[in-house]
């Protein structure tokens, strides 16, 4: 019996990525760098920030430290004050937590997001829906890398095999797998079912509702 939710962020609950593109591209504007289309963004996210801005930087400037973190500040500084200007939850997301939280099951987050941005934008759209959020973190290593999913899953006091992970990329596929959890692909996000399909998602879904028939079916 399915006990607990644990969701990713962007790209599975809520549509970021302009608002992301346009913290990047002030980025790399404010720098002199090239910018990118705003559907380019949707290969660049999903590993956390510092990879996002290695991803986004012309090629001869990838390792180099220096210019990262200063594209980071200026990245951080963007986004902190307009992350949702144009930032929505996805049709049919917001119902399909009131069903789930009237089935008593426990819902949470799981992101690379920047764990201050995370924080910020669930309380915004959702207010008290999700009981714990954890995002990127300092010295916390970023998915796939299961560690934050094992924390939640103890704070939420349930076992593993009574725990689903959703979320729309390979990475978070991964994750599932490395937490020993199920997992769940949402083609609606920012990668497409075909690379859930390669990632090895247990399910893929199409909207919101379908999450329900899946626990329904357990």
């Not at 990713?8 to 992301?20: C, I, S, V």
């Not at 909207?207 to 329900?212: A, D, I, V």
Request: hydrophobic share 35%.
């Amino acid at each position: 019996m399915i006990k607990a939710v644990i969701f990713d962020l962007d790209g599975t609950l809520l549509d970021t990525l302009e608002d992301l593109a346009n913290a990047c591209n002030f980025a790399l504007r404010s720098c002199g760098y090239k910018e990118h289309p705003v559907k380019d963004y949707v290969k660049f996210v999903g590993s956390g920030r510092y990879i996002l801005i290695q991803r986004i930087l012309p090629e001869e400037y990838k390792d180099n430290k220096e210019v990262i973190s200063k594209v980071l500040s200026l990245f951080d500084e963007y986004y902190g004050e307009h992350m949702i200007d144009n930032t929505k939850p996805y049709e049919g997301i917001n119902d399909m937590i009131q069903a789930l939280k009237e089935k008593d099951i426990k819902l949470a987050v799981v992101s690379n997001k920047p764990d201050e941005f995370a924080g910020d934008v669930v309380k915004k759209y959702f207010r008290d829906d999700f009981e714990i959020t954890y995002g990127q973190r300092p010295n916390h290593a970023v998915k796939p890398d299961p560690r934050t999913v094992y924390e939640v899953i103890d704070y939420l006091k349930v076992n593993r095999n009574e725990c689903l992970y959703v979320g729309d990329s390979d990475v978070d596929m991964n994750t599932a797998t490395n937490a020993g959890v199920e997992s769940v692909g949402v083609s609606w996000g920012f990668r497409g079912a075909e690379e859930l399909k390669k990632a090895g998602a247990d399910y893929i879904i199409q909207k919101p509702s379908e999450l329900l028939d899946i626990l329904n079916s357990k």
